[in-house]
């Protein structure tokens, strides 16, 4: 499979292009980003092309991987599956239900196939909890996503996107990737309120009679920060454990999930379709927060 890379930030470098140049069963085939120096860097450090043209790398191309910000990747996502190319796409899918919508129904018409880059899914200890815990009847779970994205040292603290959209929805489909396949879908969001900084508290109410509690933030102390998922039931007390690998390996396990969904035809159940529902629970969350404001 021929695949292009769309966006050049730090993502892209740290993760994305790694992982599609090393991968055995990819043509690494070309790198188109917003700002053309940057674009031509990377391409150069991982011995591919870089285009001036989007359209012209879609045409050279089976499918994209895309690193950019979630309202510029709808609309490109929108693109390329109408160029017939396949779609390994990040989280969240988009910024607004409508943009997530539009993507489902290019990939619906198209028929090709799309991967969203949820990292926990991707890692095989959490994957493998998951998998076991949806057997399960849960009563409640308390999910905690912290990172120190804005009070630390990180690569990401100049995105635009995460200042203006923040802790919920960086780091909300992270956390909502592993509580729906466990829990069920979210029937509704019941309520949310500010935090400190941009830290957001959610309640869910899941189909199935459980509820769950989220808490999220970019901009937690840096010693608080972390990922915790608690899974309380008539089983016991159980807990997401830790990954064992980076986000590389993880991202490699999501490219070879696009190649199987684009051979078999059968979706992946991190699908764009699952990448949509994530984004509606967003933004009623969001809802929800308007109201805690006023």
Same mark, same amino acid.
């Not at 031509?40 to 991982?46: G, M, N, T």
């Not at 092309?49 to 609309?75: G, K, N, R, T, W």
């Not at 937690?220 to 920060?225: E, F, L, R, T, V």
């Not at 008539?234 to 684009?262: I, K, N």
């Given at each position: 499979?021929?695949?292009?890379?769309?966006?050049?930030?730090?993502? &892209?470098?740290?993760?994305?292009?790694?992982?599609?140049?090393?991968?055995?069963?990819?043509?690494?085939? %070309?790198?188109?980003?917003?700002? #053309?120096?940057?674009?031509?860097?990377?391409?150069?450090?991982? %011995?591919?092309?870089?285009?001036?043209?989007?359209?012209?790398? *879609?045409?050279?191309?089976?499918?994209?991987?895309?690193?950019?910000?979630?309202?510029?990747?709808?609309?490109?996502?929108?693109?390329?599956?109408? !160029?017939?190319?396949?779609?390994?796409?990040?989280?969240?899918?988009?910024?607004?239900?409508?943009?997530?919508?539009?993507?489902?129904?290019?990939?619906?018409?198209?028929?090709?196939?799309?991967?969203?880059?949820?990292?926990? +899914?991707?890692?095989?200890?959490? &994957? &493998?909890?998951?998998?076991?815990?949806?057997?399960?009847?849960?009563?409640?779970?308390?999910?905690?996503?912290?990172?120190?994205?804005?009070?630390?040292?990180?690569?990401? !603290?100049?995105?635009?996107? +995460? +200042?203006?959209?923040?802790?919920?929805?960086?780091?909300?489909?992270?956390?909502?990737? $592993?509580?729906?396949? $466990?829990?069920?879908?979210?029937?509704?969001?019941?309520?949310?309120?500010?935090?400190?900084?941009?830290?957001? =508290?959610?309640?869910?109410? =899941?189909?199935?009679? !459980?509820?769950?509690?989220?808490?999220?933030?970019?901009?937690?102390?840096?010693?608080?920060?972390?990922?915790?998922?608690?899974?309380?039931?008539?089983?016991?007390?159980?807990? *997401?454990?830790?990954?064992?690998?980076?986000?590389?390996?993880?991202?490699?396990?999501?490219?070879?999930?696009?190649?199987?969904?684009?051979?078999?035809?059968?979706?992946?159940?991190?699908?764009?379709?699952? %990448? *949509? +529902?994530?984004?509606?629970?967003?933004?009623? &969350?969001?809802?929800?927060?308007?109201?805690? #404001?006023?």
């Amino acid at each position: 499979m021929r695949i292009g890379l769309l966006g050049t930030g730090p993502w &892209a470098r740290m993760v994305h292009a790694p992982a599609l140049s090393a991968h055995g069963e990819l043509d690494f085939a %070309g790198v188109w980003g917003r700002r #053309t120096a940057a674009a031509k860097d990377l391409a150069e450090r991982h %011995g591919t092309h870089a285009f001036d043209d989007l359209d012209a790398l *879609l045409a050279e191309v089976d499918a994209v991987a895309v690193a950019l910000p979630p309202h510029i990747q709808a609309d490109l996502a929108v693109r390329a599956a109408r !160029a017939h190319c396949h779609l390994l796409l990040d989280k969240p899918l988009a910024a607004t239900v409508e943009q997530g919508r539009a993507v489902v129904e290019a990939l619906r018409e198209t028929g090709v196939a799309s991967v969203v880059f949820f990292t926990t +899914r991707f890692q095989p200890e959490p &994957a &493998a909890w998951i998998a076991e815990q949806a057997a399960r009847d849960w009563f409640t779970a308390r999910a905690q996503w912290l990172g120190a994205v804005f009070t630390g040292d990180s690569p990401f !603290a100049d995105s635009p996107w +995460r +200042r203006e959209k923040g802790a919920l929805w960086d780091v909300g489909p992270h956390a909502l990737s $592993v509580l729906l396949p $466990v829990l069920g879908d979210v029937r509704r969001v019941t309520a949310a309120a500010h935090g400190p900084g941009d830290t957001v =508290h959610a309640v869910l109410d =899941h189909v199935g009679g !459980a509820s769950s509690t989220l808490t999220l933030s970019l901009t937690a102390p840096p010693a608080a920060a972390g990922a915790t998922v608690e899974l309380r039931g008539e089983a016991g007390v159980t807990l *997401l454990p830790e990954a064992s690998q980076d986000a590389v390996a993880a991202y490699t396990r999501a490219t070879d999930a696009l190649l199987t969904a684009a051979r078999t035809g059968r979706p992946h159940p991190c699908d764009a379709a699952f %990448g *949509l +529902r994530v984004t509606e629970i967003l933004a009623a &969350a969001e809802t929800e927060l308007t109201r805690d #404001t006023d």
